[in-house]
């Protein structure tokens, strides 16, 4: 029943920084642990970062872990995934997504998820 609305993506040169938000339109947000998912081209979905409802635990595949921060403002219902030295193997479909917990989200387990964002990193 939730709606989740993803911003912010863009063309990037290899180094770069983006900022991406998902606002939950429909719902209550604080009830939900959220993560970012993307899906590059030819490739299966993955996982890129969950945080847990309140903020305290927040997970990271090994691709992004160092380069991406995921924060959550739940008074906005906003989520936000800030990449730094992106590469162009982070060119992908970004999505933003609901679960129980933020280590379902780590496990593609999950409840809910927006129309997505694009990303493409230049060589």
């Known amino acids: 029943q939730v709606r989740l609305v993803e911003y912010g993506g863009g063309l990037v040169q290899r180094g770069g920084s983006l900022r991406l938000s998902c606002v939950v339109s429909?719902?209550?947000?604080?009830?939900?642990?959220m993560g970012w998912l993307r899906r590059a081209p030819g490739k299966e979905r993955e996982f890129v970062a969950s945080?847990?409802?309140?903020?305290?635990?927040?997970l990271y595949s090994d691709a992004v872990k160092g380069r991406f921060a995921i924060s959550r403002a739940n008074a906005e219902n906003a989520l936000y995934l800030q990449m730094n030295g992106l590469k162009p193997e982070d060119t992908a479909t970004y999505y933003c997504?609901?679960?129980?917990?933020?280590?379902?989200?780590?496990?593609?387990?999950?409840?809910?998820w927006g129309q997505g964002t694009q990303v493409t990193v230049s060589s």
């Open positions: 945080i847990s409802r309140n903020g305290d635990l927040t």
């Open positions: 429909r719902g209550t947000f604080n009830d939900y642990s």
């Open positions: 997504a609901s679960g129980p917990s933020a280590t379902h989200i780590s496990r593609l387990q999950f409840d809910n």
